[in-house]
């Protein structure tokens, strides 16, 4: 089998309360831009992916379909691991044809995709953490209490534009739920050492389930040092790429928790490799979003149900979109939503809403 025809297309779907608007310490957003990928083989079977858009580090811009064609047209779909080690797309192109690809295994061989990674481990339904933005003490306080009344457990929320805007937005959520809510806040590397470590301290007495990537990506033994000398466990997310580097970070004891994303592992398999060295370290994961649309929140869903190492509720925005490229949606229930068994991926792409939203 070889994969004869690649198109790359670009979607944007607006986003809703409680997500919009969705403050990080870069912008406020109120949409989700993302670049699908459509693998079609000789045999007529059709896979898709999902990578989002590089906002920050523009490592592409556009619909990169030639470059695409370039590393993919003539593969097997089943050479994945030949593939992740030939990537020369990047992390973010690549992740989106490895989706794909997988997603045409699955059907070549109809088994849902968590069958292929090794079968469901757990429950296959997936215990989701909500998400918030940067707000203000009483929005914090009144969101909190919603997603409680939604059955969510676990909320993260954006931080890192001042350490006094982060403490009065966890102090909000605090006295809106108190503990009802296991809370986890994500700077998105927006601060110095001495300020992450005077926050991680002052958080302490707020109980975080983790301290997510407070300080640039690379300074990974300014956050080994970090987490020697608060209680405030800590996350790293922005650091967690190749096998490699995940290994400097676990032999550092640099982090409590590794959330990975295929993004920026370079596709499903990269993170099942990071899963599997954590592990081993007796370091949970948990399945970084990246306000996920429907095939990668898919991809979420069969990877955790397949991995041991994640424990812990994974990030997901899904309920924040207007709509979606896939049908049926995805539906959360009291904070849990379920693995797909279709094939694959076990979504299918409905035309219709792809040319309502194609950018």
């Not at 310490?25 to 989002?52: F, H, N, Q």
């Not at 407070?214 to 650091?239: C, D």
Request: charged fraction near 25%; aromatic fraction near 8%; hydrophobic fraction near 40%.
């Amino acid at each position: 089998m070889k994969i004869t025809q690649l198109n790359a297309l670009r979607v944007r779907i607006p986003q809703v309360a409680p997500i919009a608007p969705y403050q990080n310490r870069y912008k406020a957003g109120t949409y989700k831009e993302s670049l699908l990928i459509r693998l079609e083989t000789d045999g007529g079977l059709v896979g898709w992916g999902e990578t989002p858009d590089d906002w920050i580090n523009k490592s592409f811009e556009g619909t990169p379909v030639e470059r695409l064609k370039g590393q993919t047209l003539g593969r097997d779909p089943f050479d994945i691991e030949l593939f992740y080690a030939e990537n020369t797309l990047g992390s973010y192109l690549a992740s989106g044809v490895e989706m794909a690809m997988w997603d045409i295994v699955g059907k070549a061989t109809k088994q849902p995709l968590y069958k292929l990674l090794g079968g469901a481990v757990r429950s296959k339904k997936i215990e989701l953490a909500a998400c918030m933005g940067i707000r203000p003490y009483e929005e914090a306080k009144a969101i909190a209490k919603g997603y409680v009344e939604q059955g969510f457990t676990t909320l993260k929320t954006k931080a890192g534009r001042r350490a006094e805007e982060d403490l009065e937005m966890v102090r909000g959520i605090r006295d809106g739920v108190g503990d009802k809510l296991k809370l986890r806040i994500d700077p998105n590397m927006g601060y110095e050492p001495d300020v992450a470590l005077s926050l991680a301290r002052d958080l302490e007495k707020y109980n975080l389930e983790y301290f997510e990537q407070p300080m640039e990506f690379s300074r990974i033994g300014e956050s080994a040092r970090l987490r020697r000398m608060t209680k405030t466990p800590l996350g790293l997310n922005e650091s967690v790429t190749t096998p490699e580097i995940t290994l400097q970070i676990l032999q550092l004891q640099a982090a409590d928790v590794l959330l990975p994303d295929t993004y920026q592992c370079g596709g499903i398999l990269g993170v099942k490799k990071v899963a599997a060295l954590c592990e081993a370290a007796k370091i949970p994961c948990v399945f970084h979003c990246a306000h996920d649309l429907g095939l990668k929140t898919a991809a979420m869903l069969h990877a955790v149900a397949s991995t041991p190492n994640f424990p812990l509720a994974n990030d997901c925005t899904y309920y924040g979109l207007e709509g979606d490229i896939i049908t049926p949606l995805h539906v959360i229930e009291r904070g849990y939503m379920s693995v797909p068994e279709g094939h694959g991926l076990g979504v299918n792409v409905d035309e219709a809403k792809l040319a309502k939203y194609r950018v």
